[in-house]
């Protein structure tokens, strides 16, 4: 589209509504492209005009979703005082935003291949990621966490990978109100501080270098 109008606009967030909806009751693989546009009240080639795929419904979930979030997030990053304080926050406001959503999150987590477009790892992703990642990097600093320099940089990357562990594990958690999940991220969470705490012990020093080492592997960014 070469311009938005408020009638577009309008338009847009109708089909996006009823993309959610759709979602929600057929689940996302059985869900049709020709169903979303019946649900919106508008013609199929409407619905294509302004999304061509599911998958472009989907992105725009992930994006619609990040900037809702933002506002608390910044709220959480500013009123707390500890890491475990902003950690807490950080996760916990993820589990409360896509609960509606927490089918269509299951059947999007097949979708783990960095090669799929859909996958949090892929490239098409990447800058929704990467905001995620800066609010973790922003909790680590605001905290004054200081690890060895080998490591400082990763923590924010690998802070975000433990809320995809703990997020995967919610989608598909079956428990009572997902109390297992929130179990898990309450002793997890203590135990990663734990590790935290103990990382500038002088008789660890001799780890740094290969955990530095094997990081810097699991990102690529080690020479061939």
């Known amino acids: 589209m070469s311009q938005a109008t408020p009638k577009s ?3 847009r967030a109708r089909i996006f509504a009823a993309a959610l909806r759709v979602f929600r009751e057929r689940g996302f693989h059985e869900s049709t492209m020709r169903e979303i546009a019946t ?4 013609a199929l080639g409407a619905a294509y005009y302004y999304f061509d795929s599911k998958d472009a419904l989907v992105m725009a979930f992930y994006e619609e979703a990040q900037a809702q979030m933002a506002p608390a997030l910044h709220r959480i990053l500013a009123e707390g005082r500890s890491l475990e304080q902003r950690l807490r ?3 916990g406001q993820k589990f409360e935003h896509f609960a509606p959503n927490r089918a269509l999150m299951s059947a ?6 960095p090669n799929h477009p859909l996958s949090p790892f892929s490239a098409r992703t990447a800058s929704i990621r990467d905001a995620d990642i800066a609010f973790f990097a922003r909790a680590v600093a605001d905290s004054g966490v200081r690890l060895p320099a080998s490591i400082q940089p990763y923590l924010p990357r690998l802070l975000w990978l433990y809320q ?12 009572p109100k997902q109390v297992r999940t929130h179990q898990l991220f ?4 203590h135990m990663l501080l734990f590790g935290l705490k103990i990382a500038s ?6 780890l740094y270098r290969p955990a530095g080492e094997l990081l810097k592997i699991v990102y690529g960014e080690s020479a061939p």
């Not at 649900?39 to 508008?42: F, P």
């Not at 995809?164 to 428990?175: A, E, P």
């Open 9 to 11: 606009e309008a338009t």
């Open 39 to 42: 649900q919106a009240g508008v």
């Open 89 to 91: 926050g950080l996760i």
């Open 108 to 113: 999007l987590s097949a979708h783990i291949d």
């Open 164 to 175: 995809m562990g703990l997020m995967l594990f919610w989608v598909y958690d079956s428990s």
């Open 186 to 189: 309450d002793k997890t969470l």
């Open 201 to 206: 012990v002088p008789l660890l020093r001799p």
